[in-house]
């Protein structure tokens, strides 16, 4: 065994010294280094060899295959340069083609919505606020209005972290209390802002609901605002989004931190009100959940109910790109297909 393998070695290195193409390249490597080929087989030869011979030369064919592999790669390099000579020299290659575009990439949908969000509220008066992924439980449910054990709490499938206490936020709405705190100066400057970022939710994924979405919540406090206010301010918001001859109305809902509670539909935007698959045939695309902010959360911020008032909303932005481009999964958003991002 151990003299076929020497054999073998010297000559496999014979013939891959004559190789000159690819082609010999190749069929040179499934010969000796392939699944069939001479020092494979050898090295599987090894269990028939009385024992105490086993271990040498075990040792020893690793050597010629890893020298092997080290002469094949050497010529491999050699065997490239020389046909790129030659098909230089053949004009094979037309050396003034321009060359092949490389793709510089570009801004992810959410991201480029999101942006579109900051223009059409800026416009209208509203600065972005920035508040946190991570938050506590008193942020994220207690301090708007949803004690422990509050039913309302199986609104938000929410995942928690093993700090007890602390969890991801379910949706955006925490940053209510962190903005009022932070930017009413203790109760007494009125404030608007929006406060994008993604939120996170124990859900089971399908076409409508991912694990994970960004919301824009927007609040506005001062000391005579009204619910006409927060219609208008929504209504105009969804004609910049959306065009000005859309529809915009107004359901009653519930959400503990807000009192009344409402949830905005606009008009389908791929049939026009007329019903589709889309709209599920009702002719509107639900866009945001909205009220007037409820006095316990306006006290949790600091402010006095009794002279301030406010409104909030909560906008979900892919499910918003996707009545805007029609997109019809959800998933698409972080599944990286390439495919998909690129239209945008
Ligand atoms: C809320 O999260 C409230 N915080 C909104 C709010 C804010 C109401 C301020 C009143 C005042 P809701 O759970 O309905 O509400 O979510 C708001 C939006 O987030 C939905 O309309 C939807 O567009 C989006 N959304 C919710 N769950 C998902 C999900 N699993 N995947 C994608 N988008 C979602």
Redesign the pocket.
Known sequence: MQEKLGAAHLEALQELGAVSDSEALRAWELKYLGKKGVVTELVRGVGALPKEERAEFGKRANEVKQALELAYADREQLVKDQELARDLEQGEIDVTLPGRPRGIGGLHPSTTTLREFYAIWAEMGFQVFRSRDVETDEMNFELLNIPAHHPARD??DTFHTTTPGVVLR????PG?IRSMRELGENGTQPIRVILPGM?Y?Y?QVSV??????H?V??VAIGKHIHLTDLKGTIAEFARRMFGADKDVRFRSSY?P??EP?M?VDVECLLCGGKGCQMCKYSGWL??????M?HPVVLQNGGYDPREWSGF?????????INLKYGVKD?RYYWGNDLRFLEQF
């Open positions: 609104m938000w379910t949706h955006t709405s209510q939120c939710r859900e409508r609901s991912e694990i994970q979405f919301q919540e927007g959400f931190f807000t509670s949830e639900e866009i945001a959940g909205c009220g902010m909030a909303f909560g906008m979900g932005v892919e499910r918003m959800i």
